[in-house]
C-alpha cells in the first residue's frame, strides 16, 4: 500500500536527463506503487492539450503505461502547466485534482487525511505573482489563451517564463517562500497536521503547531539531471522526503 508523490520535474526536450530519469522512475518506483501524486509543474510550459510535439507524446504515453498497470494517477495543477486539461486526462488516465485538495494517504481510505498542495498559492507575500496567478487560473482568460494559434501560445509561453525568470531575479528570498501564517490558516481551515506541497524548490521538513497540535509541512523539492525527490507513504510509516539518484 505505497503511495507516491512528486513535483517540480519541469519536463522540457532541452533537459533530456532529467526526461529519461523520469521515464525509468515510471517504470521501476512508480510500476510498485499503488498510486502516484503529481502537484503541479510536471512540464516546464504547457500550451493547451490541443498541441502534443514528440517530447510530450512520449511522456503522455509513459503515464498511460503506469495507469493501465494498475498504478492510479492523480494530477494537481501547477504554476507552468495550469492549462493542462480533460485531454490530458484521458490520455494518460489521471485524475484532475483541484488545489487544495484533502486526502486519505496510507492504508487508503483510512489512512491520514492529508492537505495537498501546489505550493504556489501559499507565497502570498509576492503580491506580483499572486496578481498573475489569479488571472491564469481564471477559467475566461484560459479560454481566450487556448482561443490563439498554437505558434502565438508558444511565443506567448516562452515570454511569461523570460519574465517570470527576471522578476524573481530581483525578489527577496523570502517573498518567494511560503506565507508561515497562510500555512497554519489552511492547515487548520482544512481540519489537517500534515501538508505536502511544492513550488518553492526548498525539499524539507518543518514542524509546527496548528490549533494547539503538532503539525508538519512536508516540502518537495524540484527535480535535476541527476536527481529527483519523492514523498513515500505507506500503511506502516509516517510520509517520508526522499530523495533519489535518476
Known amino acids: 500500500m505505497t503511495t507516491l508523490l512528486i513535483s517540480d520535474l519541469h519536463l522540457h526536450p532541452d533537459e533530456p536527463a532529467i526526461a529519461q530519469g523520469f521515464l525509468a522512475y515510471l517504470q521501476r518506483e512508480a510500476r510498485h506503487a499503488e498510486a502516484l501524486y503529481i502537484l503541479g509543474d510536471l512540464f516546464e510550459a504547457w500550451i493547451g492539450d490541443d498541441y502534443q510535439g514528440e517530447f510530450e507524446t512520449r511522456i503522455l504515453e509513459a503515464l498511460k503505461r503506469l495507469s493501465d498497470a494498475g498504478t492510479r494517477l492523480y494530477f494537481m495543477h501547477g504554476n507552468r502547466d495550469f492549462l493542462i486539461g480533460d485531454g490530458f486526462a484521458a490520455a494518460t488516465g489521471a485524475t484532475l485534482l483541484p488545489d487544495p485538495s484533502v486526502v486519505a494517504l496510507g492504508g487508503e481510505p483510512g489512512g491520514e487525511r492529508t492537505l495537498l498542495m501546489h505550493g504556489d498559492s501559499l507565497c502570498t507575500r509576492d503580491e506580483a505573482y499572486m496578481a498573475f496567478r489569479a488571472k491564469a487560473r481564471d477559467p475566461q482568460w484560459q479560454t481566450q489563451i487556448l482561443a490563439l494559434p498554437v505558434e ?87 510520509p517520508l522526503l526522499e530523495s533519489f539518484p535518476l
Do not use: F, Y
Open 152 to 238: 502565438q501560445r508558444l511565443t506567448l509561453a516562452k515570454q511569461i517564463r523570460q519574465q517570470s525568470g527576471e522578476a524573481n531575479s530581483n525578489k527577496a528570498e523570502d517573498i518567494m517562500d511560503v506565507t508561515p501564517a497562510e500555512v497554519v490558516r489552511r492547515m487548520a481551515e482544512c481540519g489537517v497536521r500534515t501538508l505536502i506541497h511544492g513550488h518553492t524548490h526548498r525539499p524539507d521538513v518543518h514542524r509546527l503547531e496548528v490549533d494547539g497540535q503538532s503539525a508538519q509541512r512536508i516540502v518537495l523539492g524540484d527535480w535535476h539531471s541527476d536527481r529527483g525527490w519523492q514523498v513515500r507513504v505507506d500503511d506502516r510509516t509516517a
